[in-house]
C-alpha cells in the first residue's frame, strides 16, 4: 500500500535525531579475506587486558560461589548474617565480591570510571539503574491486583480474556525471573519519580560515553491496567485478521503473506455493524488500491482513534458485532493512559538532547504486545533520520519472527530505522506455569533449541535487510558464544562491517568478557548491560543474578578456564602485578 499513516497517539510531540559517530578502531583483527574478520574469543591475553589479577581472581571466587545452590538459595539468610558485621564492612565485602563483580557503582559518578575504561577498550554502555521496591510476596500481589483491575473491570465479567486478567496467584511478578527488574504501580507520584530516575540514567549515560543506550520499562511508567487492556485488543484485533484470512481460504501462511480481498471484508464488516466505506481507510486514495490488504494495513484501523479509550473496541465473533472491552471507563483511567505515554515521549526528547539511545526492554507475554506496540509509535515518530529507540524481542516466543518481519515491513513503507535488540527471554518459567496454570496455550517455544533456531531466523532476516536496505539495525544481546559466531560469518557473507555501526553486540556487565572485549578490540559496536545503584537497594537484583549465574556457570567452564590461564600466563611471564593501562 505504500502510505505513511499518521502514528497512534498524535497529541504527543514529535522531534528527530542528529545520530552520534560511529567507533572505528580493529586492534586484534584477523583479515580472514578481502573485507572479511575473524575474531578470537581463545586468547586469553587480548580478552582480559582491560582486567587487572585481582578482578581476574574475583570473577572466579565470584563465579565459584555462584554455582553452590545452599548459597544462591539461602542468599538473603548469608546476607543477613553477613550484616552483622555492620552496615559499612557489608558494603565493602560486596563490593570485593558480588556487587564489584556485577554492579558499576552506587550512582552516576562513581560508575564514570569503569565505562571510560571499558569504553578506552572498545566496550561501550547500556546503562541500568538496577534499583527496586524491596517488598513481600504478598505486598507485590496486593499492588498488582490494585493496579491491574478497574472498576470497570469488575462490570464486564465474562469478556476479558483469563490471559489479560491479573491472577493473585501470580501477581508478584519477580517470581522465576532472574536478570530483570520488576516494578509495581504504586501511584501516578511514583511513576514521574521513576521517570525522573530514567532521565538522570539517560543524562549519566550521555555524559559518560558518546554513543550509549539507556534502558526502560514500560510497566514504571504506567499504571499497568492499560498495557492489560490493550494488550488484549491488539491481540484480538490479529486473531481477527487471521479468522478473516482462513475464511477467505489464506490460514496457513507467513502473517505477511496473508492479503485479504477488501471487497469480502467490507462484508464481513458491515455485517458485524461496523460503518463506513472500509476501501477509504486503507488508501489515501480508492484508485490507488489494490483491492486486497495484508495485516499492517488492517492494524492501521486502529491509527485514527485519538482517544485513547476508544482504542478499547474488539469483535465479537460469536455476537457478530464490535464491542467495548468495558462497558465504561472513567476520566481518570484516560488521563492515566495518557500520562504513561507522555512520560515515554520525556523520555525520548532527553535521549535526542543527550546523544543517547532509548532500550525498551520487553516484560511478561501479557504486557508485551501494549509494549511493543507503543515502542514502534514511539519508532514511527523519532527514528525517522537515525536509530533512536529500539524496542526488544524474545526470541522464545513462538511468534517472534512473526512480530520481527511485520515491524521491519512497516519501517520499509514509512521509511523509518527498524531497531531491535535480540533477546532469548527471562520469563520462560513463570510464563510457562502461568499459562499451565490459568489454562491457555503457552506462548514459549517448546525446547532450547527451537529458540536458538528462532532466534537465529530472526537475526538473519535482519541482517538481510540490513545488507539491503541500510535502514535496520541489531543488538545481538547473547552470551552464546556460537550466536557471535554464527554473526559474525553471516556479517560477512553479506559484506557488512563493523564500522557500518548497524549491528551491535551485548552481554552483562561482569560476565562473557571473553566475548565482549575481543569483539570491542576488532572494532565492533559491543555493550555492557551496566547496572548501578546503592549497595542495599541493589540487593535484590544481585540476589536474581547470583541465581542467574548458578545456571549459567554450570555450562561456561570455558569461561572459568580461560580466567585460569590468564591468570596461570601472567604468573610464569612475571605480570601478575600487570594494571590496565589506557
Given at each position: 500500500?505504500g502510505?505513511?499513516?499518521?502514528?497512534?497517539?498524535?497529541?504527543l510531540?514529535r522531534?528527530?535525531?542528529?545520530?552520534?559517530?560511529?567507533?572505528?578502531?580493529?586492534?586484534g583483527t584477523?583479515?580472514?579475506?578481502?573485507n572479511e574478520?575473524s575474531v578470537?574469543?581463545?586468547?586469553?591475553?587480548?580478552?582480559y587486558?582491560?582486567?587487572d589479577?585481582?578482578?581476574?581472581?574475583?570473577?572466579?571466587v565470584?563465579?565459584?560461589?555462584?554455582?553452590?545452590?545452599f548459597?544462591?538459595?539461602k542468599n538473603?539468610e548469608?546476607?543477613?548474617?553477613?550484616?552483622?558485621?555492620?552496615?559499612?564492612?557489608?558494603?565493602?565485602f560486596?563490593?570485593?565480591?558480588?556487587y564489584?563483580?556485577f554492579?558499576?557503582g552506587?550512582?552516576?559518578?562513581a560508575?564514570r570510571?569503569?565505562?571510560?575504561?571499558?569504553?578506552?577498550?572498545g566496550?561501550?554502555?547500556?546503562?541500568?539503574?538496577?534499583?527496586?521496591?524491596?517488598?513481600?510476596?504478598?505486598?507485590?500481589?496486593?499492588k498488582?491486583?490494585?493496579?491491574?483491575?478497574?472498576?470497570?473491570?469488575?462490570?464486564?465479567?465474562?469478556?476479558r480474556?483469563?490471559?489479560?486478567?491479573?491472577?493473585?496467584?501470580?501477581?508478584?511478578?519477580r517470581?522465576g525471573?532472574?536478570?530483570?527488574?520488576?516494578?509495581f504501580?504504586?501511584?501516578?507520584?511514583?511513576?514521574?519519580?521513576?521517570m525522573?530516575?530514567?532521565?538522570?540514567?539517560i543524562?549519566?549515560?550521555?555524559?559518560?560515553?558518546?554513543?550509549?543506550?539507556?534502558?526502560?520499562?514500560?510497566?514504571?511508567?504506567?499504571?499497568?491496567?492499560?498495557?492489560?487492556?490493550?494488550?488484549?485488543?491488539?491481540?484480538k484485533?490479529r486473531?481477527?485478521f487471521?479468522?478473516?484470512?482462513?475464511?477467505q481460504?489464506?490460514?496457513?501462511?507467513?502473517?505477511?503473506?496473508?492479503r485479504?480481498?477488501?471487497?469480502?471484508?467490507q462484508?464481513?464488516?458491515?455485517?458485524?455493524?461496523?460503518?463506513?466505506?472500509?476501501?477509504?481507510?486503507?488508501?489515501?486514495?480508492?484508485?490507488?488500491?489494490?483491492?486486497?490488504?495484508?495485516v499492517?494495513?488492517?492494524?492501521?484501523?486502529?491509527?485514527?482513534?485519538?482517544?485513547?479509550?476508544?482504542?478499547?473496541?474488539?469483535?465479537?465473533?460469536?455476537l457478530?458485532?464490535?464491542?467495548?472491552l468495558?462497558?465504561?471507563?472513567t476520566?481518570e483511567?484516560e488521563?492515566q493512559?495518557?500520562r504513561?505515554l507522555?512520560?515515554?515521549d520525556v523520555l525520548?526528547?532527553?535521549?535526542?538532547?543527550n546523544?543517547?539511545?532509548?532500550?525498551?526492554?520487553?516484560?511478561?507475554?501479557?504486557?508485551?504486545?501494549?509494549?511493543?506496540r507503543?515502542?514502534?509509535?514511539?519508532?514511527?515518530?523519532y527514528n525517522r533520520?537515525?536509530?533512536?529507540?529500539?524496542?526488544?524481542?524474545?526470541?522464545?516466543?513462538?511468534?517472534?519472527?512473526?512480530?520481527?518481519?511485520?515491524d521491519?515491513?512497516?519501517s520499509?513503507?514509512?521509511?523509518?530505522?527498524?531497531?531491535?535488540?535480540?533477546?532469548?527471554?527471562?520469563?520462560?518459567?513463570?510464563?510457562r506455569?502461568?499459562?499451565e496454570?490459568?489454562g491457555?496455550?503457552?506462548?514459549?517455544?517448546?525446547?532450547?533449541?527451537?529458540?536458538?533456531?528462532?532466534?537465529?531466523?530472526?537475526?538473519?532476516?535482519?541482517?538481510?535487510?540490513?545488507?539491503?536496505?541500510?535502514?535496520a539495525?541489531?543488538?545481538?544481546?547473547?552470551?552464546?558464544?556460537d550466536?557471535?559466531?554464527h554473526?559474525?560469518?553471516?556479517?560477512n557473507?553479506l559484506?557488512?562491517?563493523?564500522?557500518?555501526?548497524?549491528?551491535?553486540?551485548g552481554?552483562l556487565?561482569g560476565?562473557?568478557?571473553?566475548?565482549?572485549?575481543?569483539?570491542?578490540?576488532?572494532?565492533?559496536?559491543?555493550y555492557?548491560?551496566?547496572?548501578?545503584?546503592?549497595?542495599n537497594?541493589v540487593?535484590?537484583?544481585?540476589?536474581?543474578?547470583?541465581?542467574?549465574n548458578?545456571g549459567?556457570?554450570?555450562?561456561?567452564?570455558?569461561?572459568?578456564?580461560?580466567?585460569w590461564?590468564?591468570?596461570?600466563r601472567?604468573?610464569?611471564?612475571?605480570?601478575?602485578l600487570?594494571?590496565?593501562?589506557?
Open positions: 500500500m502510505k505513511s499513516r499518521v502514528p497512534l497517539f498524535d497529541e510531540a522531534s528527530e535525531f542528529d545520530g552520534q559517530p560511529g567507533r572505528g578502531g580493529r586492534d584477523t583479515t580472514t579475506a578481502a574478520i578470537d574469543f581463545d586468547q586469553t591475553q587480548e580478552a587486558k582491560s582486567k589479577s585481582l578482578e581476574l581472581l574475583r570473577s572466579l565470584v563465579f565459584k560461589l555462584c554455582s553452590y545452590d548459597l544462591v538459595d538473603k548469608v546476607n543477613g548474617r553477613t550484616k552483622l558485621l555492620g552496615q559499612k564492612a557489608f558494603n565493602q560486596m563490593k570485593m565480591t558480588f564489584g563483580q554492579v558499576a552506587e550512582d552516576h559518578m560508575i570510571p569503569l565505562i571510560q575504561k571499558n569504553q578506552a577498550f566496550v561501550g554502555s547500556v546503562l541500568d539503574y538496577s534499583v527496586e521496591e524491596d517488598i513481600s510476596q504478598e505486598e507485590a500481589e496486593q498488582e491486583m490494585d493496579s491491574c483491575v478497574s472498576a470497570a473491570e469488575k462490570e464486564s465479567i465474562g469478556k480474556e483469563k490471559k489479560y486478567k491479573a491472577h493473585k496467584q501470580f501477581g508478584d511478578r517470581g525471573v532472574t536478570g530483570a527488574r520488576t516494578y504501580y504504586a501511584n501516578e507520584a511514583k511513576c514521574d519519580q521513576h525522573e530516575t530514567f532521565i538522570k540514567c543524562k549519566a549515560s550521555g555524559g559518560s560515553s558518546m554513543d550509549g543506550f539507556s534502558a526502560v520499562k514500560m510497566t514504571a511508567l504506567g499504571r499497568p491496567q492499560f498495557l492489560l487492556q490493550f494488550s488484549e485488543v491488539l491481540v484485533w486473531r481477527f487471521t479468522f478473516l484470512a482462513s475464511q481460504g489464506k490460514d496457513g501462511m507467513e502473517a505477511l503473506e496473508q485479504l480481498e477488501l471487497k469480502q471484508l462484508e464481513s464488516l458491515t455485517k458485524l455493524g461496523a460503518e463506513g466505506d472500509f476501501s477509504g481507510w486503507f488508501s489515501g486514495r480508492k484508485e490507488e488500491c489494490s483491492g486486497t490488504i495484508d499492517l494495513d488492517w492494524n492501521s484501523l486502529i491509527d485514527d482513534r485519538t482517544k485513547i479509550s476508544d482504542l478499547l473496541v474488539v469483535p465479537n465473533v460469536e457478530g458485532k464490535l464491542e467495548p468495558l462497558e465504561t471507563f476520566v483511567e488521563r493512559m495518557k504513561m507522555q512520560r515515554m525520548v526528547k532527553h535521549a535526542n538532547e546523544g543517547v539511545r532509548l532500550m525498551v526492554d520487553a516484560e511478561q507475554t501479557y504486557f508485551q504486545p501494549a509494549i511493543s507503543l515502542t514502534l509509535e514511539m519508532q514511527r515518530i533520520e537515525k536509530p533512536v529507540i529500539f524496542n526488544t524481542y524474545q526470541c522464545y516466543l513462538k511468534e517472534a519472527f512473526d512480530n520481527v518481519t511485520m521491519v515491513e512497516l520499509r513503507r514509512e521509511g523509518w530505522h527498524f531497531a531491535a535488540k535480540l533477546v532469548r527471554g527471562a520469563y520462560m518459567y513463570q510464563e506455569e502461568r499459562a496454570e490459568i491457555y496455550e503457552d506462548p514459549i517455544n517448546p525446547d532450547y533449541e527451537s529458540t536458538n533456531r528462532m532466534y537465529h531466523r530472526c537475526l538473519d532476516y535482519v541482517l538481510d535487510e540490513i545488507a539491503l536496505s541500510g535502514n539495525n541489531v543488538m545481538v544481546a547473547s552470551h552464546n558464544e550466536t557471535v559466531k554473526t559474525l560469518r553471516r556479517m557473507e559484506g557488512l562491517v563493523p564500522t557500518d555501526n548497524k549491528v551491535y553486540f552481554q556487565l560476565m562473557c568478557d571473553q566475548i565482549s572485549f575481543p569483539l570491542g578490540q576488532a572494532g565492533f559496536p559491543v555492557k548491560y551496566v547496572p548501578y545503584g546503592p549497595v537497594e540487593m535484590p537484583y544481585l540476589s536474581r543474578r547470583a541465581q542467574e548458578r549459567f556457570m554450570r555450562g561456561a567452564q570455558k569461561e572459568r578456564d580461560l580466567l590461564q590468564e591468570l596461570k601472567r604468573l610464569a611471564s612475571g605480570e601478575l600487570y594494571r590496565p593501562a589506557y
